[in-house]
């Protein structure tokens, strides 16, 4: 692998954000073969790097996976209750985890990653990356009215919410939020008198569920990681 900037690297390892990691740099924290590091400076494999003593390994291959998650599975590695688990779908990966939730009854799309730059900007609401749901509800299709109101936002108990878009479909919605808090289109919903009877995840930025059966997971291709990074500012 070649050799990449400090910052990068500590990044990819998941050692912190990349701002994170100049500020560990400036502190003095990190040494490069045994001399305090400095901003900027390049390392490669063959360099021992440590952040306050500690060695930081260096990055695996970068990967991405997309899994088509089903319904009745939880977005954690380990259940107390004995429920399934997405882990159980996924192959064996050092590092991988999850970007990002789906509640226990959701569906649809969700992306794991061993990157810990990737894995914080894709989920940081900063940098605000797109989600598309499909959602079918108790009350059937949203009316054109119901929809506007999503998009000028409802209160909900931690705080306004709103829709980057929403229009009507068969039996309920298409949205749009460019934040993910916990069950928040289910909440949004509630809110404006249409519980959600199913919500199925479409698209995470540029990566679309597509045909991806329920329970199958495929890599992402070279050309979707790279729109990816795009997305957060990483490439």
């Known amino acids: 692998m070649k050799a990449m900037r400090l910052q990068a690297l500590l990044a990819r390892a998941g050692v912190a954000s990349r701002r994170q990691a100049e500020v560990l740099i400036r502190q003095g924290l990190v040494r490069v073969n045994g001399e305090v590091a400095h901003l900027g400076q390049k390392v490669g494999p063959d360099d021992l790097v440590e952040v306050a003593g500690r060695r930081v390994e260096w990055p695996r291959e970068r990967l991405v996976l997309a899994l088509h998650k089903p319904r009745g599975y939880t977005t954690t590695r380990s ?3 004995a429920r399934r688990t997405v882990f159980e779908l996924l192959p064996e990966v050092p590092g991988l985890q999850a970007v990002g939730r789906l509640d ?3 569906e649809g799309l969700l992306l794991f990653t061993n ?5 914080f900007r894709l989920t940081h609401p900063r940098y605000g990356v797109k989600k598309v749901y499909r959602v079918w509800t108790e009350r059937g ?9 999503l998009v000028e936002g409802v209160a909900l108990e931690d705080g306004p919410a709103r829709a980057l878009s929403c229009r009507p479909a068969q039996g309920g919605a298409i949205l749009t939020l460019g934040e993910g808090r916990k069950r928040e289109v289910r909440r949004m919903l509630q809110a404006v008198g249409y519980p959600v ?13 597509g045909n991806l059966p329920p329970g199958r997971w495929r890599r992402l ?3 979707e990681v790279q729109a990816l ?3 957060v500012g990483l490439e």
């Open 104 to 106: 226990r009854e959701s």
């Open 197 to 209: 009877k199913r919500l199925l995840r479409l698209q995470v930025g540029p990566v679309r569920l």
């Open 229 to 231: 990074l795009k997305e």
């Open 141 to 149: 299709t949203l009316p054109e009215a119901v929809c506007r109101k």
């Open 79 to 81: 259940d107390p209750h």
């Open 115 to 119: 990157d810990g730059e990737l894995l």
């Open 221 to 223: 291709s070279p050309e």
